[in-house]
């Protein structure tokens, strides 16, 4: 069975022995060199950004800015347009459908989430601007090696892929979009409170060939009603925004470090991509409240004490909820084997690794056949004995 490996991409270029090209049209959004106009890319972990073409290290002025939480009412009731919009460039993948932004420069390329051939059809994309991103601290060396061990020591995988994750293996750096939600809640209940006890029950048994009867100690609850209200506020209930990777792949990237946000400006994006968010902002606050709910279920079960609990009603209100977008970062790496693409990623901050894997039918069956070998063997030399 053939490895077919999708291209991961490389983060940038290596510098170019030419000339630095003169800054384009766009050179302003794209941030150029202080010392010689090239193209600059953010370097992970640093309060700064490299210049491709000549190494020059271009620090980021700290912006006199805060992260600004919207209203969310307001923007479901008034319209989107309450919240900050922007205008970016974006290409979307036809097998997959991710939309991400793409150099301008680049007209060809692999999308970073599924590794298809995409050919750069860039339209732009009006969406509500990020409020915040979350800087790469993980650099892609240190990325790949990472997932080079992860693969490396993933049971049964193919012996190919092993050799990949040693030599071929590449990451594309992506900023995920997110939703953020905050709300303070307040929650009416109605259910019931159980209390163990014991009770005595006479059983007939059987002892030494003889029908007795005894008397045992039952476990039973007696259950009374009971109302309360409870408040909790939430403060940062991530939803991923985003359909193009599985939701058990970035659930379990999590924690992130939120406190290590920053108000959102193009220096931080600089050299990566941003994928523009699929998940509307309605249907992101209904996930977010399921989350709610599930943490209020559980303040609930303790106002209602006792041994044992049943929740009949709850009512929650939401007073002044509010979102942002934030956008956090990933390596992405696809891979195509035996006709079907597998994804992985590396959360860019602490390094965890997560993915898709294929498994090798022959190292499976080789172990199966071993096992019974084994299995064979020993009831071969101790069958009697344990006879």
């Known amino acids: 069975m053939a490895l077919r490996v999708g291209p991961w991409g ?12 003169e800054p384009g049209p766009d050179a302003p959004d794209r941030l150029v060199c202080e010392q010689c106009g090239a193209v600059l890319s953010y370097q992970p972990g640093t309060a700064q950004l490299v210049c491709e073409y000549c190494g020059h290290a271009n620090r980021i002025a700290p912006r006199p800015v805060e992260i600004v939480e919207n209203d969310l009412r307001a923007a479901l009731e008034r319209g989107l347009a ?9 290409v979307k993948c036809r097998s997959c459908a991710a939309e991400f932004s793409f150099d301008p420069d680049r007209h060809a390329g692999a999308c970073p989430f599924c590794g ?3 050919v750069a059809d860039t339209g732009t994309h009006r969406q ?3 409020a915040a991103v979350l800087p790469f601290v993980v650099e892609h060396k240190d990325a790949r090696e990472r997932v080079g061990r992860w693969l490396g020591g993933l049971w049964f995988a193919p012996s190919k892929l092993k050799r990949f994750a040693r030599t071929e293996g590449r990451l594309s750096g992506m900023y995920l979009p997110y939703w953020t939600y905050d709300s303070r809640t307040r929650t009416a209940y109605s259910g019931q409170r159980g209390t163990v006890y014991h009770e005595p029950v006479r059983v007939r048994a059987i002892v030494d060939g003889k029908s007795v009867v005894q008397t045992r100690m039952v476990q039973k609850v007696r259950w009374r009603p009971v109302r309360g209200r409870v408040a909790r506020d939430f403060d940062d209930v991530l939803v991923l925004a985003s359909h193009s990777l599985p939701t058990w792949i970035t659930d379990r990237l999590e924690p992130w470090d939120l406190q290590g946000l920053k108000p959102y400006g193009p220096e931080y994006v600089a ?16 996930v977010a ?3 709610m709910h599930a943490v209020i279920a559980g303040d ?6 006792g041994d044992a609990q049943r929740i009949e009603r709850m009512e929650v209100e939401h007073d002044g909820p509010s979102f942002k977008h934030v956008l956090l970062p990933v390596w992405l790496g696809a891979f195509r084997y035996g006709g079907k693409v597998y994804r992985l990623c590396v959360n860019g901050r602490t390094g965890v690794v997560q993915g898709e894997r294929p498994y090798s039918v022959w190292k499976i069956g080789f172990a199966v056949i071993l096992v019974a070998i084994l ?10 004995q344990l006879g």
Do not use: H, M, N
């Open 300 to 305: 609930v079960r303790a106002d209602i004490g």
């Open 289 to 291: 409240d399921d989350k």
């Open 128 to 130: 509500i601007k990020p």
């Open 375 to 384: 299995l064979g063997l020993f009831l071969y030399l101790y069958g009697g």
């Open 10 to 21: 490389a983060r940038r270029p290596e510098p170019s022995p030419e000339p630095a090209p």
């Open 116 to 118: 298809q051939s995409i």
């Open 271 to 286: 050299g990566f991509q941003s994928e523009a968010y699929q998940v509307p902002l309605d249907e992101g606050f209904k």
């Open 82 to 90: 309450q919240a900050p919009q922007e205008e970016t460039r974006t």
